[in-house]
Structures are given as structure tokens and as C-alpha cells.
């Protein structure tokens, strides 16, 4: 019998096991500088050591010295998934942190970064979500069919998910380390070489009960499933910066693919199903990281007005992601995204600038391909903050972002559910930049 009703519960665990972290949609990579949060365009700008992760060949329009630039930020996020117009919710935060240095001196420059290049975070859905209640239901499902093939009356049956909850994070830092080069007045050269290493985790818990338990029969019914993947990898990056007038700068940045084969390591399977599901303790799975190509173009309107326009295009499309064996959603089914914003920045006077941006980001990831635990929404961003040189060698940034997200809604093929994923973040962001010389 229990055979019977493990087989008859993978359909619904398919679910489970393809859910949050370990499956969807293209990964939006964002770095996320306290520089970044209050303008959102960032790919043209030449006056801060976070600019070797947008625009490292501007790193030479900077005065010669040494900077150290120390950046975190706070993400208040509420996620939201409805299924069958049951609602599911999270509200977990996340601090991300970020570490930039420039060493510059005359025609050459040294740069380095460490920062969030995989897009993520944590979430703890504490009763539930959707992908919880479709296992439930799944289960409920399938423990009754096994019970009613075994002749049990049907007063027996399972009746209800008496607990479920859920856990997802996901890590992705990127190092960053190379050097740019000064041409003459109007070009320079970067290249660096980076060193991705990031992991996923899913925990989760899902409980039904039977009112009146048939004799001999487990009650409740509880399936556990703890499982980890981490994966390492090394790509490339190669950037250029032109400066044709004193007002106009264009920086042009290519990320290359970094390739990611993630080693997988199941921690809990109470029922012994995940290696159905592409899940083998020791396995093996695809999921690269995109490249990408970013253009700024910024214009120094007045002395006191600067303009920055920017587009960034993932190309998901020839990334290289693995289907998990046995789950209804394409993995693979992706199109290239992009952001593409517009930011202004004004000098009150010559310590204080504020500024003030906004960012359109298309993920190219249709709805029934995405994670129910960090769903990949097409969004509208704006974002404002201002820096305070307090010296020469001391500047504070601070940034406040909102992230208005399009919600999506499906009919899952899977199982003929009504789904719909939401979501709404705000940031808050302080960094620090110091000159040591």
C-alpha cells in the first residue's frame, strides 16, 4: 500500500520539489549599491568605486587614489501567492551587503567588487503557499485513491493540510577582480575575471490528517524534504568607457555566461521521491548564468543637472538551464529581458547632490514557468537618495527604492488551479566611500 501511495503522490509533489529556488525563470541579476538604489542607472556613471560592477572602464575618469566603498541594503518585501482565491503570504526581509575598491593612478587602475549577482533572497512562507497547499491537496488526493483501492470506507479518509510551511533561500555573490586602462581623453579599457559561488535551499513541511484515521494507518501523514544545490563558476567581464565632450559619457559593459553546474544534496525525503523528480542526493543539475550587455549614456545638462539614460539586456535565451525530470514547467522557456530607466541627479551645492531614477525591467519569463516562492515579475522601479561629500575623502550615500511589481495569473496545466503571484518591495540603502589616498 505504501507503494501504491507514493506513486499516486508525485504528480501532486511535482510541485514541491520544482518550487522556489531550484526551478523557474531567468535569474535577474542586480548589485544593488546604495549608489544604484537611489539612481536605478548606474552603467554611465563615473564618480564612485561601485561603478567597477556597472561601468568598470569609468573607474578612470575618477581622480588617482584609493577608494574603499562599504554598501548594504535593507529589502522589506511581501510576497503574495493565491491559488483558487486562497491566499499565501510572506514578509521576510533581507540585508544585502556590497564591497568595492579602486586603486587608480595615472593611466592604469586596479578594481575589485564583491556583491549580489544572482537575483534571490530569503522568504519563509510560515503557513504556506501555493506550492504547500497544491502538495497538500495532492496528498490528501493520493492517500485516498491508495485507501479506497485497498477497500477502506471513505469516512476514513484524509480530510484536511493541518500544517504546512515553507523556507527558500538563495545566495549568489560574485568577485570581481581586474583592471582598466586609459587610452587617451576619450577612451579607456576594462577586463576583469569573476568568481560566482552560490547555493539554494528549500525546507518544507506538509501535514494532513485524517477525522477518523482508518486502524493501522499512519495519522497524521507528514512529508518532509530538506534539499540544497551549490554550484561555482567563472566568468568574465569587459568594459569601455567614452568621454567625446566634457557633458557626454557613454559606458558599454559585457558580462560573459558563467557556467553553473549545480551539486545537489538531499537532505530529507520522508517519502522517497525526489530522485523521481531530478532530485538525487549527489546529482547533478544545469543553470547558467545569463550574460549580459549594458549601455549608459549620461549628459551633464548644467553644472548642477546631470541625465543618465540605461538599458541592460539579459540574454537568457543561450544561458543553458536544465528541466527538473518529471515537472510540468519548461525551464528552458525563456526570452531575453531587460531594464531600461532613465535617472537625474542634481547639485544643491558641492557637498550635496540628490537624485532621483526609475527602471522598467521585463524578466522575458511567462507565468506558468515561475517560482511560486520568488516569482520573476516584469516591474516599475523609482528610486531617490542623495550623497553627502562631508570631505574630500568621506561621502555617505543614502537611497529609498519601491518596486511596483505586474502581478501574473495562470491556470496551472498541472492541476486546472487559478494562480496568481504578487509582489511589493521597498529598499533602504546607506554606503560609505572613503579616499585612503
Same mark, same amino acid.
Given at each position: 500500500m505504501r507503494k501504491r501511495f507514493v506513486f499516486l503522490c508525485v504528480a501532486g509533489l511535482i510541485a514541491f520539489s520544482a518550487s522556489s529556488l531550484f526551478a523557474g525563470g531567468a535569474d535577474n541579476k542586480t548589485n544593488w549599491s546604495a549608489e544604484?538604489?537611489?539612481t536605478l542607472n548606474r552603467n554611465a556613471a563615473t564618480d564612485s568605486a561601485d561603478i567597477v560592477m556597472y561601468n568598470p572602464a569609468g573607474v578612470m575618469k575618477m581622480a588617482d587614489g584609493?577608494?574603499?566603498? %562599504?554598501?548594504?541594503?535593507?529589502?522589506?518585501?511581501?510576497?503574495?501567492?493565491?491559488?483558487?482565491?486562497?491566499?499565501?503570504?510572506?514578509?521576510?526581509g533581507?540585508?544585502?551587503?556590497? %564591497?568595492?575598491?579602486?586603486?587608480?593612478?595615472? !593611466?592604469?587602475?586596479?578594481?575589485?567588487?564583491?556583491?549580489?549577482?544572482?537575483?534571490?533572497?530569503k522568504v519563509e512562507f510560515k503557513d504556506g503557499n501555493a506550492t504547500t497547499n497544491l502538495v497538500g491537496v495532492s496528498l490528501i488526493g493520493g492517500a485516498n485513491r491508495a485507501l479506497a483501492g485497498a477497500g477502506v470506507p471513505s469516512s476514513f479518509f484524509y480530510s484536511g493540510i493541518t500544517q504546512q510551511n515553507l523556507d527558500g533561500e538563495q545566495t549568489g555573490l560574485g568577485y570581481t577582480l581586474g583592471g582598466a586602462y586609459k587610452i587617451n581623453d576619450i577612451f579607456s579599457?576594462?577586463?576583469?575575471? !569573476?568568481?560566482?559561488?552560490?547555493? !539554494?535551499?528549500?525546507?518544507?513541511?506538509?501535514?494532513?490528517?485524517?477525522?477518523?484515521?482508518?486502524?493501522?494507518?499512519?495519522?497524521?501523514?507528514?512529508?518532509?524534504?530538506?534539499?540544497?544545490?551549490?554550484?561555482?563558476?567563472?566568468?568574465?567581464?569587459?568594459?569601455?568607457?567614452?568621454?567625446?565632450?566634457?557633458?557626454w559619457n557613454i559606458g558599454i559593459r559585457y558580462d560573459t555566461k558563467v557556467n553553473l553546474d549545480f551539486d545537489q544534496d538531499v537532505?530529507?525525503?520522508?517519502?522517497?521521491?525526489?530522485?523521481?523528480?531530478?532530485?538525487?542526493?549527489?546529482?547533478?543539475?544545469? !543553470?547558467?548564468?545569463?550574460a549580459i550587455l549594458a549601455l549608459g549614456v549620461s549628459y551633464q545638462v548644467t553644472p548642477e543637472i546631470r541625465l543618465e539614460t540605461d538599458f541592460t539586456y539579459y540574454l537568457n535565451e543561450s544561458a543553458?538551464?536544465?528541466?527538473?525530470?518529471?515537472?510540468?514547467?519548461?525551464?528552458?522557456?525563456v526570452d531575453n529581458g531587460f531594464d531600461l530607466g532613465i535617472a537625474c541627479e542634481y547639485a544643491f551645492n558641492e557637498k550635496v547632490k540628490g537624485s532621483v531614477g526609475y527602471l522598467y525591467t521585463k524578466t522575458g519569463v511567462?507565468?506558468?514557468?515561475?517560482?511560486p516562492e520568488l516569482?520573476? %515579475?516584469?516591474?516599475?522601479? %523609482?528610486?531617490?537618495?542623495?550623497?553627502?561629500?562631508?570631505?574630500?575623502?568621506?561621502?555617505?550615500?543614502?537611497?529609498?527604492?519601491?518596486?511596483?511589481?505586474?502581478?501574473?495569473?495562470?491556470?496551472?496545466?498541472?492541476?486546472?488551479?487559478?494562480i496568481k503571484y504578487e509582489k511589493d518591495i521597498n529598499f533602504l540603502a546607506f554606503g560609505i566611500q572613503y579616499k585612503f589616498m
Amino acid at each position: 500500500m505504501r507503494k501504491r501511495f507514493v506513486f499516486l503522490c508525485v504528480a501532486g509533489l511535482i510541485a514541491f520539489s520544482a518550487s522556489s529556488l531550484f526551478a523557474g525563470g531567468a535569474d535577474n541579476k542586480t548589485n544593488w549599491s546604495a549608489e544604484y538604489i537611489r539612481t536605478l542607472n548606474r552603467n554611465a556613471a563615473t564618480d564612485s568605486a561601485d561603478i567597477v560592477m556597472y561601468n568598470p572602464a569609468g573607474v578612470m575618469k575618477m581622480a588617482d587614489g584609493l577608494y574603499g566603498n %562599504l554598501s548594504g541594503h535593507y529589502v522589506d518585501k511581501y510576497y503574495n501567492n493565491e491559488i483558487n482565491g486562497v491566499d499565501f503570504d510572506q514578509d521576510k526581509g533581507s540585508i544585502v551587503p556590497g %564591497l568595492f575598491a579602486i586603486y587608480k593612478h595615472d !593611466r592604469w587602475a586596479g578594481i575589485f567588487g564583491v556583491s549580489n549577482v544572482v537575483g534571490g533572497g530569503k522568504v519563509e512562507f510560515k503557513d504556506g503557499n501555493a506550492t504547500t497547499n497544491l502538495v497538500g491537496v495532492s496528498l490528501i488526493g493520493g492517500a485516498n485513491r491508495a485507501l479506497a483501492g485497498a477497500g477502506v470506507p471513505s469516512s476514513f479518509f484524509y480530510s484536511g493540510i493541518t500544517q504546512q510551511n515553507l523556507d527558500g533561500e538563495q545566495t549568489g555573490l560574485g568577485y570581481t577582480l581586474g583592471g582598466a586602462y586609459k587610452i587617451n581623453d576619450i577612451f579607456s579599457l576594462a577586463l576583469a575575471a !569573476r568568481y560566482v559561488s552560490t547555493k !539554494r535551499k528549500l525546507d518544507g513541511t506538509i501535514t494532513v490528517s485524517a477525522t477518523n484515521p482508518f486502524p493501522g494507518v499512519n495519522n497524521p501523514l507528514t512529508e518532509l524534504a530538506d534539499v540544497e544545490e551549490d554550484a561555482k563558476g567563472w566568468g568574465g567581464v569587459l568594459g569601455v568607457n567614452i568621454a567625446p565632450t566634457e557633458q557626454w559619457n557613454i559606458g558599454i559593459r559585457y558580462d560573459t555566461k558563467v557556467n553553473l553546474d549545480f551539486d545537489q544534496d538531499v537532505n530529507q525525503d520522508t517519502l522517497g521521491i525526489l530522485p523521481a523528480l531530478g532530485y538525487i542526493d549527489g546529482g547533478e543539475r544545469e !543553470r547558467n548564468l545569463p550574460a549580459i550587455l549594458a549601455l549608459g549614456v549620461s549628459y551633464q545638462v548644467t553644472p548642477e543637472i546631470r541625465l543618465e539614460t540605461d538599458f541592460t539586456y539579459y540574454l537568457n535565451e543561450s544561458a543553458g538551464f536544465d528541466d527538473i525530470a518529471g515537472t510540468p514547467r519548461d525551464e528552458s522557456a525563456v526570452d531575453n529581458g531587460f531594464d531600461l530607466g532613465i535617472a537625474c541627479e542634481y547639485a544643491f551645492n558641492e557637498k550635496v547632490k540628490g537624485s532621483v531614477g526609475y527602471l522598467y525591467t521585463k524578466t522575458g519569463v511567462d507565468a506558468e514557468n515561475m517560482t511560486p516562492e520568488l516569482p520573476e %515579475l516584469d516591474a516599475h522601479s %523609482l528610486g531617490a537618495g542623495v550623497v553627502w561629500e562631508v570631505n574630500p575623502k568621506l561621502a555617505l550615500n543614502f537611497g529609498l527604492g519601491h518596486v511596483f511589481y505586474q502581478s501574473e495569473s495562470f491556470v496551472s496545466m498541472a492541476t486546472g488551479a487559478n494562480i496568481k503571484y504578487e509582489k511589493d518591495i521597498n529598499f533602504l540603502a546607506f554606503g560609505i566611500q572613503y579616499k585612503f589616498m
